[in-house]
């Protein structure tokens, strides 16, 4: 069975560019989130789907964040307009509804010039 | 203030010895998960124990909860050069409306290098 996967691995770009972090979740996974670690701080929730719905975005830093979950799959977040402290790794995560063992993709590091 | 705390930091030891690492949290809890991280890699999920549980085990690791003293305990028993890696505690606090459960809390992990 596949893992969650996450596009792409890596991300330079520059201050005020956008970009689109993409997530395929376990199949079957209701639950999807999307986390981040910035340098020498913890890894810290960004937010939660169940299935298309935002179930809490409480962990969103600003309104330069976008996240989508279309049709309860793949989810994308994309930061608009990306400035230097949204540089760190990305990453999301996807759990069933009985079990809830989050189970984390390898990451999308972004790098913000 | 963060919610989950681990310590130590850092641990070093000898392959062949058992590490245990230990884990702090402030709020009370539905579930507490543990991850390794190798270096430049992901997370990888180790185990999931709940607040009515307290004890686990999995292969060489155990895991031990108290929820009176909120904190948690991973062992690995016989370690391996292979166990070199960061090791997170994460707490979920509560299930939310629609039936998923919160997102997890993570303390910043302790480094355990383990020594051929």
């Known amino acids: 069975e596949a893992g969650v996967t996450q596009f792409p691995s890596h991300s330079v770009i520059e201050k005020g560019q956008t970009v689109t972090l993409r997530c395929d979740p376990i199949?079957?996974?209701?639950?999807l989130y999307w986390y981040r670690r910035v340098m020498g701080k913890e890894i810290k929730f960004l937010l939660h789907?169940?299935?298309?719905?935002?179930?809490?975005e409480s962990g969103m830093p600003n309104n330069r964040f976008l996240a989508e979950r279309t049709g309860g799959t793949y989810s994308t977040l994309k930061v608009q307009p990306a400035e230097l402290e949204d540089s760190g790794v990305y990453f999301c995560?996807?759990?069933?509804?009985?079990?809830?063992?989050?189970?984390f993709g390898p990451g999308t590091r972004l790098t913000v010039l | 203030s963060q919610q989950g705390e681990e310590d130590p930091q850092a641990l070093s030891i000898q392959e062949g010895e058992n590490a245990t690492m230990n884990c702090s949290y402030k709020t009370s809890i539905n579930n507490l998960q543990w991850y390794r991280q190798n270096s430049g890699r992901g997370l990888v999920h180790l185990i999931l124990?709940?607040?009515?549980?307290r004890e686990k085990h999995s292969g060489r690791l155990r895991v031990t909860l108290d929820t009176s003293k909120k904190s948690s305990s991973l062992l690995i028993t016989a370690s391996r050069a292979a166990d070199t890696a960061s090791y997170f505690c994460?707490?979920?606090?509560?299930?939310?409306?629609?039936?998923?459960?919160?997102?997890?809390?993570f303390g910043k992990g302790t480094h355990l290098i383990i020594q051929p």
């Open positions: 124990i709940r607040s009515n549980e």
């Open positions: 199949s079957g996974h209701d639950n």
């Open positions: 995560a996807s759990s069933d509804l009985v079990y809830n063992e989050q189970f």
């Open positions: 789907f169940v299935k298309e719905s935002k179930q809490d």
């Open positions: 994460a707490t979920c606090v509560a299930f939310d409306s629609g039936g998923g459960a919160d997102g997890l809390t």
